[in-house]
């Protein structure tokens, strides 16, 4: 994770974003199937720009002090993917029987790059709001040296959404991520957090 400054750092000069496929598309032509999906499902760039937020992050909302927790976000697979472990202050989640508990909020993602489709994806859970997984997928803008993800949800019946989080680092050791709710093509930010390294 020590290595991941110099891989922001060099972003611009290398054109981390996802630009090319990882088999040129001639050689994929020339290989049988089976082979074609394992050299895609090899980690390469994309991947370890995710990696260069690997680690243990303090969050912070930026308006709403008691909005804080803990994310943790470590490499599974080699790095081709990333767990990433959220805990948040304590609040009234949904359980068993239609009661209400008592608990800290937490949530679980999936971090990766898919090579084929040539798009960050990530797939989110919580125990709080919602009973569906997301799934988004992203870009990277190299020059912004922003992650930015689109995703659609219906968490009331009937009411369907499109939202977009943005992921844009600072340096090293901070990155902020403001959430969006899009509608009729128009981004109003409704959330905004600042992430610092604790380790």
């Given at each position: 994770?020590?290595?991941?400054?110099?891989i922001?750092?060099?972003a611009?000069?290398v054109?981390?974003?996802?630009?090319?496929?990882?088999?040129?598309?001639?050689?994929?032509?020339q290989?049988?199937?089976m082979?074609?999906?394992?050299?895609?499902s090899?980690?390469?760039?994309?991947?370890?720009?995710?990696?260069?937020?690997?680690?243990?992050?303090?969050?912070?909302?930026?308006?709403?002090?008691?909005?804080?927790?803990?994310?943790?976000r470590?490499?599974?697979?080699?790095?081709?993917?990333?767990?990433?472990?959220?805990?948040?202050?304590?609040?009234?989640?949904?359980?068993?029987?239609?009661?209400?508990?008592?608990?800290?909020?937490?949530?679980?993602?999936?971090?990766?790059y898919?090579?084929?489709?040539?798009?960050?994806?990530?797939?989110?859970?919580?125990?709080?709001?919602?009973?569906?997984?997301?799934l988004q997928?992203?870009?990277?803008?190299?020059?912004?040296?922003?992650?930015?993800y689109?995703?659609?949800?219906?968490?009331?019946?009937?009411?369907?959404?499109?939202?977009?989080?943005?992921?844009?680092?600072?340096?090293?050791?901070?990155?902020?991520?403001?959430?969006?709710?899009?509608?009729?093509?128009?981004?109003?930010?409704?959330?905004?957090?600042?992430?610092?390294?604790?380790?």
């Open positions: 994770m020590v290595l991941l400054v110099a922001w750092a060099l611009p000069a054109g981390l974003a996802q630009v090319k496929p990882a088999v040129p598309a001639a050689k994929a032509n290989t049988s199937p082979q074609q999906m394992l050299d895609l090899h980690p390469g760039p994309n991947h370890a720009l995710l990696g260069t937020l690997a680690g243990t992050w303090h969050f912070q909302d930026m308006k709403l002090a008691f909005v804080q927790g803990t994310l943790s470590k490499p599974i697979y080699n790095g081709r993917f990333y767990m990433v472990e959220i805990i948040g202050g304590r609040l009234q989640v949904p359980v068993g029987g239609g009661r209400m508990q008592d608990e800290s909020y937490q949530g679980l993602q999936l971090e990766g898919d090579n084929a489709q040539l798009k960050f994806v990530t797939t989110a859970i919580n125990n709080h709001i919602g009973s569906n997984t997301e997928t992203g870009t990277y803008d190299v020059a912004a040296k922003a992650l930015t689109e995703w659609d949800s219906e968490l009331i019946q009937g009411q369907p959404k499109h939202n977009r989080r943005v992921l844009k680092m600072i340096d090293s050791n901070r990155y902020t991520e403001v959430y969006y709710d899009v509608q009729n093509g128009k981004a109003t930010p409704v959330r905004t957090l600042e992430y610092t390294r604790s380790n």
